[in-house]
């Protein structure tokens, strides 16, 4: 009888915890304010993704490395197209897609993996009600990174900015690159290393002309990619802006010209004159149903709320008043063409 009543008192509880032990990997491998995002989404699924013979052959030229086996670097300036045509070109592959968004906070755990909690299972005998015993089982959960994953199942990475995270962080690649192998140092995995499948590929990008949060690339890492500088010519930035915004080549064409306009004329850096204000410009005006004519007042309006302060950020003007009067001008010297 007491064995009867011992065996119904006795209970096992299992309780799991999450966010236990140490902070989970991040999910998006994004900026620290990211970390719970979704990642990046590929930009076909939010629009159109425009090809030109230019494009397709950019396309060509970083497949024909990818397929020998090199990982291809995408340079260029801000907004040049790099992250949209390595998109591309790693979609092309028709295998999985990754995308890890450098920054200086990411670190290996992010990477390779990371506990992301506990489970722990509680033997409770309460038999003498006074005197009880209890066991506690304490297991970590272990949740492998998007790298680790990737590097197993054969998948093309991106790795976007990979010039913003540090130069610790980025000695993983050169295991991966170098040996074909994932080191699992510091994850507390009996495993030490994970093998590369043969399909891995990767594709880093970052922007040379970046003023804030590079650090120094390392040489040992530059030396094993393939460096290749996005630039597109004028013909091929106008077809993306009227392809993908909808718009008449003439319309696409005053809108190219009005940012040259105001960066020669501020003297701002190149980023200035960028695919994504071009693409911002033609949409939000033509979302709100607005004419694409620089003396429409609401039009003009647009354009000033978009580029003051991108100039002001490329150095092109001291503050917005003044970023504000040189769209003004811009929009002015755009009207006759
Ligand atoms: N061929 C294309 N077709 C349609 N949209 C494009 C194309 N190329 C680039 N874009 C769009 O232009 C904008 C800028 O492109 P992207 O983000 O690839 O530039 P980036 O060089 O990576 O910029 P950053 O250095 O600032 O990250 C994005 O909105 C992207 O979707």
């Known amino acids: 009888m007491a064995a009867q009543k011992q065996a119904q008192t006795r209970r096992e509880i299992s309780a799991r915890k999450t966010g236990g032990v140490r902070s989970a990997p991040s999910q998006s491998l994004g900026k620290p304010a990211e970390k719970k995002q979704e990642q990046k989404k590929p930009t076909t699924e939010q629009a159109p993704y425009i090809k030109t013979d230019e494009i397709n052959h950019y396309i060509h030229r970083i497949s024909r490395v990818l397929a020998a086996g090199y990982p291809v670097h995408v340079t260029g300036r801000a ?20 995308l890890i968004t450098g920054n200086h906070e990411m670190n290996n755990e992010d990477l390779l993996g990371g506990i992301t909690g506990v489970t722990s299972t509680k033997l409770v005998d309460n038999f003498i009600r006074q005197v009880y015993k209890k066991e506690v089982n304490i297991k970590e959960d272990w949740t492998p ?29 050169l295991s991966i690159l170098e040996e074909g192998l994932v080191p699992l140092y510091g994850t507390k995995q009996k495993k030490r290393y994970v093998k590369v499948h043969p399909e891995f590929r ?15 690339k390392q040489d040992a890492l530059m030396d094993r990619l393939v460096t290749m500088e996005v630039h597109y010519t004028q013909k091929t930035m106008e077809t993306i802006v009227q392809k993908r915004a909808e718009v008449r080549h003439k319309d696409a064409k005053m809108i190219w010209s ?3 306009k105001i960066k020669d004329a501020t003297k701002a850096e190149n980023g200035f004159v960028s695919l994504r204000s071009a693409l911002m410009i033609t949409s939000v005006a033509k979302k709100a149903n607005i004419a694409l004519e620089p003396d429409n007042k609401d039009f003009a309006e647009i354009c000033t709320d978009i580029l003051s302060g991108e100039l002001v950020r490329f ?8 970023a504000a009067a040189a769209v003004r001008k811009g929009l002015k010297e755009v009207q006759g063409e």
């Not at 790795?159 to 130069?167: G, H, I, P, Q, V």
């Not at 150095?315 to 003044?322: E, I, L, V, W």
């Open 79 to 98: 907004g040049a197209g790099k992250t949209a045509l390595a998109m591309e070109a790693a979609r092309d592959r028709g295998r999985p897609v990754t």
């Open 145 to 173: 990174g998007r790298l680790v994953e990737a590097c197993e199942k054969g998948h093309t990475v991106i790795y976007d900015e990979f010039s913003r995270s540090t130069a610790e962080t980025n000695n993983l690649f």
């Open 202 to 216: 990767i594709l880093f990008t970052s922007n040379p002309e970046e003023y804030a949060g590079v650090f120094e």
């Open 258 to 260: 009005l940012l040259r």
């Open 315 to 322: 150095g092109g003007a001291p503050d917005f008043q003044q």
